[in-house]
C-alpha cells in the first residue's frame, strides 16, 4: 500500500516529440503528488507536484495529469529537448513529512 | 542546491569497518533526511529528523544510525559496513511540498 511503482523503467523520444511517464499509486491517504528530476552526478531536484483537488497541471512544458479514481498520474514533457534528458521520479506523500518514491525512470531525448 | 553539500563526496571502505557521512545545511531546514538509491529502487528512506536531536527510522534503517547535534548537521553512521550498502547516499532539507538534495556522496564497501 506504500509503495509508487512507476513506468517505464526507461524511454527514448525524438526531439519535438511528447515524452509520457505513467506512476500508480494505492493508498488513498496520499494527497500531494511531486515529480522530481535528476541530472547525472546531481541530487533531485522539485519539477513540478499537483495535489488529487485537481485533474491537471501544466508548467510550460510540462504536464501532470491526475485520475484519482484509477489511482493514477503521468508526467508529460511537451516539445520533447535534449536537455530534457535526465531521470525522472514521481512520489508521493500523506502530509507526513515523508515522501514515498518511484523507481524512476531515464529518459533520453535524441536530437 | 548550495545550501547543502555533502563530504565526502566519494569513499571507498572495508567491510566490518565503521563509516560516517556528513551533511551540512545552510538552509535551516527543520527536516533533514538520508536516502540511498540504487538502480532499480529509486530513493530509500534511511532516516529522517524533526529537530535538533529529533530523528525516526525510515524504509530501510537497519545497519545506519544518525545523529543530529545542530540544525545545520545531520551525520549519518553506518556501524559496520557491508557489501549491500554500497550505494550513493543523498541528504535533503525541506519538507513533504519541496525537498532541495545535497550532490550526494558515492560509497563503496568492497
Known sequence: QQQVKQSPQSLIVQKGGISIINCAYENTAFDYFPWYQQFPGKGPALLIAIRPDVSEKKEGRFTISFNKSAKQFSLHIMDSQPGDSATYFCAASKSNYQLIWGAGTKLIIKP | ?110
Open chain 2, 1 to 110: 542546491d548550495a545550501g547543502i553539500t555533502q563530504s565526502p563526496r566519494h569513499k571507498v571502505t572495508e567491510t566490518g569497518t565503521p563509516v560516517t557521512l556528513r551533511c551540512h545545511q545552510t538552509e535551516n531546514h527543520r527536516y533533514m533526511y538520508w536516502y540511498r538509491q540504487d538502480p532499480g529502487h529509486g530513493l530509500r528512506l534511511i532516516h529522517y529528523s524533526y529537530g535538533v536531536k529529533d530523528t525516526d527510522k525510515g524504509e530501510v534503517s537497519d545497519g545506519y544510525s544518525v545523529s543530529r547535534s545542530k540544525t545545520e548537521d545531520f551525520l549519518l553512521t553506518l556501524e559496520s559496513a557491508t557489501s549491500s550498502q554500497t550505494s550513493v547516499y543523498f541528504c535533503a532539507g525541506g519538507n513533504t511540498y519541496e525537498q532541495y538534495f545535497g550532490p550526494g556522496t558515492r560509497l563503496t564497501v568492497t
